[in-house]
C-alpha cells in the first residue's frame, strides 16, 4: 500500500500543452510538497501545502498551479509547458509538529518530457 | 551561500572501508536534519533524521551533528556495493514557513 502515490509516472507532451500531475497520501501527513529535480539532480522545493493552504511558493512561474483540495492531494498543473520544464516531479509529505516539519516521503516521481 | 551545501563527488571508498559524508547549512536556527539515499532513476529514501547536536547511529550508519559550527555528516562503516548511491542532506529551514531544503547531493561509489 503506497505510502506516497503520483501519476503519471512518464509524461511526454509537446510545447505549450497544458498537463497535470496527481498525488495522494495516506500517511495523515499535515504537510504536502512539490519538488522538481533538473538533469543535473538537484532538488529543488516549489510549493508546501500545509492542510490545504499554500504556505511555501518558491518564485516559480506562474505558468505552475498546485491544487490542494484536501490535506491527502495535492496537484499540479502546468500551463503552456516549455522545453525548460522538463525534469522529474517529486511529490512529498511531512507531519508538522509546532512551527518544524518531520522527515518528508517521497512518491515515485514524474518524469515529463516536453518535446 | 547556498542554503545546503555538500560536495558533489564522486566519492570512491573501497569496500569494507568507512565512507564520510558533508553536508553544512546556513540557517542557524535550523533543528531537523536529514539523510537521504537516491538510486538512480529511482526516489530519494530517508536513511536517517538527527535533532540534537552529537552522534545517532542506526545500523552501518552514523550521523552526527554540530550546529555551533552548522556541520551534518553521515558515516557509513563497512561500505557495501549496494550504498553506491547519491546522498542528500536536507534540513528544515524557516520558522513558521518551515520548508525542507535540500543539498546539490554527493554521488558514492564502492568499489569492490
Known amino acids: 500500500d503506497t505510502a506516497v502515490s503520483q501519476t503519471p509516472k512518464y509524461l511526454v507532451t509537446q510545447m505549450g500543452n497544458d498537463k497535470s500531475i496527481k498525488c495522494e497520501q495516506n500517511?495523515?501527513?499535515?504537510?504536502m510538497y512539490w519538488y522538481k529535480q533538473d538533469s543535473k539532480k538537484f532538488l529543488k522545493i516549489m510549493f508546501s501545502?500545509?492542510?490545504?493552504?499554500?504556505?511555501i511558493n518558491e518564485t516559480v512561474p506562474n505558468r505552475f498551479s498546485p491544487k490542494s483540495p484536501d490535506k491527502a492531494h495535492l496537484n499540479l498543473h502546468i500551463n503552456s509547458l516549455e522545453l525548460g520544464d522538463s525534469a522529474v516531479y517529486f511529490c512529498a509529505s511531512s507531519r508538522r509538529t509546532g512551527t518544524e516539519n518531520t522527515e518528508a516521503f517521497f512518491g515515485q516521481g514524474t518524469r515529463l518530457t516536453v518535446v | 551561500q547556498k542554503e545546503v551545501e555538500q560536495n558533489s563527488g564522486p566519492l570512491s571508498v573501497p569496500e569494507g572501508a568507512i565512507a564520510s559524508l558533508n553536508c553544512t547549512y546556513s540557517?542557524?536556527?535550523?533543528?531537523?536534519f536529514f539523510w537521504y539515499r537516491q538510486y538512480s532513476g529511482k526516489s530519494p529514501e530517508l536513511i536517517m533524521f538527527?535533532?540534537?547536536?552529537g552522534d545517532k547511529e542506526d545500523g552501518r550508519f552514523t550521523a552526527q551533528l554540530n550546529k555551533a559550527s552548522q556541520y551534518v555528516s553521515l558515516l557509513i562503516r563497512d561500505s557495501q556495493p549496494s550504498d553506491s548511491a547519491t546522498y542528500l542532506c536536507a534540513v528544515n529551514v524557516g520558522s513558521s514557513a518551515s520548508k525542507i531544503i535540500f543539498g546539490s547531493g554527493t554521488r558514492l561509489s564502492i568499489r569492490p
Open positions: 500517511l495523515g501527513h499535515d504537510t
Open positions: 501545502y500545509n492542510n490545504k493552504e499554500l504556505i
Open positions: 538527527i535533532y540534537s547536536n
Open positions: 540557517d542557524r536556527g535550523s533543528q531537523s
